[in-house]
């Protein structure tokens, strides 16, 4: 197994200034390739990290904010072959397939360009080789998912939501936090929100990523540290290009 951020960045002010790359990641297991959440960039962070966009699976879009979705149909373009050979699966929420409000999906022509395409809805359960079970999120997309992979190990992640009642359950070995701010909003993932999972549960494995504007300034880092001593739990603050393989492998690119 192995899991590669693209990019450790999110929210809008850290992806309009590019204070962090901000193409998600990647989880490799048990032959599949799937690239999460792939934000503007996502397709050079690619090149730029020695990722074979021809060897992707699949893509998981959790909602359809532009730091999660932007280089989605640039994904499928490149895993199709320039959309000429159908490949391939997409998990999507509601707004990712359908749009919603402002925000629009991934369009038709490379929608047609993939093998399956799933509307996902908490509850799912998606079988591609590796069983895919979508969780809910609280976001200002309300269609936003989050989803709980059982390959090898199992990960969980949470995408941008604030806290729901239950969700602590869902950690059970390798959990993913996107940490957006640093102050309490209800639709967002903050230290708060972190805190009372990890008082909850007991994971192996904690990433942060996916920081805004506020978590820079503050120090992903030192907010890693702070976690490990309240909770006793190894929790890593990725960087651009972080790579974890079992626990065995940190490879960091700097460009």
Request: proline content about 4%.
């Amino acid at each position: 197994m192995r899991i590669r951020f693209l990019g450790s960045g999110g929210g809008r002010f850290t992806t309009a200034y590019q204070l962090r790359r901000t193409g998600g990641f990647i989880i490799e297991d048990k032959g599949l390739t799937v690239h999460v959440d792939p934000g503007p960039g996502a397709a050079r962070a690619l090149r730029d990290f020695g990722e074979d966009v021809r060897k992707i699976s699949g893509l998981i879009v959790s909602h359809a904010h532009p730091d999660h979705i932007t280089d989605a149909a640039i994904v499928i373009e490149g895993m199709t072959d320039g959309a000429r050979k159908k490949s391939g699966f997409l998990i999507g929420s509601f707004s990712v397939i359908n749009g919603l409000e402002d925000y629009k999906p991934i369009g038709s022509y490379h929608l047609k360009a993939l093998e399956r395409v799933y509307k996902a809805k908490p509850g799912d359960i998606i079988d591609e080789g590796v069983k895919i079970e979508v969780i809910k999120a609280k976001h200002t997309d309300p269609t936003t998912i989050g989803f709980v992979w059982h390959g090898s190990r199992t990960i969980t992640y949470y995408s941008d939501t604030g806290y729901w009642e239950g969700m602590e359950r869902f950690a059970r070995d390798v959990v993913i936090f996107n940490l957006e701010i640093t102050f309490e909003l209800p639709t967002h993932t903050h230290p708060g929100v972190v805190r009372r999972v990890l008082s909850k549960s007991s994971p192996k494995l904690v990433f942060i990523t996916h920081y805004g504007r506020s978590v820079l300034r503050y120090g992903p880092e030192k907010l890693a540290r702070e976690l490990e001593r309240e909770f006793g739990v190894e929790v890593i603050a990725t960087k651009d290009g972080y790579e974890w393989s079992g626990g065995e492998e940190k490879t960091l690119f700097d460009f």
